[in-house]
Nanobody
Framework: QVQLVESGGGLVQPGGSLSLSCAAS????????MGWYRQAAGKQRELVAV???????NYADSVKGRFTISRDNAKNTVYLQMNSLKPEDTAVYYC??????WGQGTQVTVSS
């Protein structure tokens, strides 16, 4: 059974930082591309960042230079370091494990 468990969301002021983690089980983690998506209220879910099994990364234009995705295959965990956060980054962030494999989501709120 595939499980993706996110942690690390919360409330942060504009310009602040947060780090998200996603612990995976039930999959061969090292062989998979992993990613983060987000969904703001009233909007469609969108790609934030993805990292392949070869550690190639890709980012949405809106987060380039501010967010960093990384992975630790020994811990079956993917991370998202978010810096210089903006109010428009407010959303539920979902871990993606390929195909239709999703975590439960973690809320990130950027507000003063």
């Amino acid at each position: 059974q595939v499980q993706l468990v996110e942690s690390g969301g919360g409330l942060v002021q504009p310009g602040g930082s947060l780090s998200l983690s996603c612990a995976a089980s039930g999959i061969i983690f090292s062989n998979r591309a992993m990613g983060w998506y987000r969904q703001a209220a009233g909007k469609q879910r969108e790609l934030v960042a993805v990292i392949t099994s070869a550690y190639t990364t890709n980012y949405a234009d809106s987060v380039k230079g501010r967010f960093t995705i990384s992975r630790d295959n020994a811990k079956n965990t993917v991370y998202l370091q978010m810096n210089s956060l903006k109010p428009e980054d407010t959303a539920v962030y979902y871990c993606w494990g390929g195909g239709t494999k999703w975590g439960q989501g973690t809320q990130v709120t950027v507000s003063s």
